[in-house]
Nanobody, 122 residues
Framework: QVQLVESGGGLVQAGGSLRLSCAAS????????MAWFRQAPGKERDFVAT???????WYGDSVKGRFSISRDNANNTVYLQMNSLKPEDTAVYYC????????????????WGQGTQVTVST
């Protein structure tokens, strides 16, 4: 069983930055692919970014060039650096984990955090 705890959300003005963190309890954290998803009110949960066990990264089209995912295997943590934030980035951001390769679909992830709210004001 893997427990994930997100932190770092908050209120920021458009154009600003935030860094989200996700701390994992897995003893073999380095063997998991990690991802960030987000869900705005009334909308589906959307893919944001993923990082594989081998540090390969993919991003959703709406965040490419603005967001960056990284991982620190020594501290069992994955990060999402969010720059040039826009009001449409407002959502609850979720960290997810799965054994094996990265995926873009939320239903292919086995473990989820509780989410952290990101609100971008105009």
């Amino acid at each position: 069983q893997v427990q994930l705890v997100e932190s770092g959300g908050g209120l920021v003005q458009a154009g600003g930055s935030l860094r989200l963190s996700c701390a994992a309890s897995a003893r073999t954290f380095s063997s998991y692919s990690m991802a960030w998803f987000r869900q705005a009110p009334g909308k589906e949960r959307d893919f944001v970014a993923t990082i594989t066990r081998n540090d390969i990264k993919w991003y959703g089209d709406s965040v490419k060039g603005r967001f960056s995912i990284s991982r620190d295997n020594a501290n069992n943590t994955v990060y999402l650096q969010m720059n040039s934030l826009k009001p449409e980035d407002t959502a609850v951001y979720y960290c997810a984990a799965r054994e094996g390769g990265s995926r873009w679909r939320s239903d292919e992830y086995d473990y989820w955090g509780q989410g952290t709210q990101v609100t971008v004001s105009t």
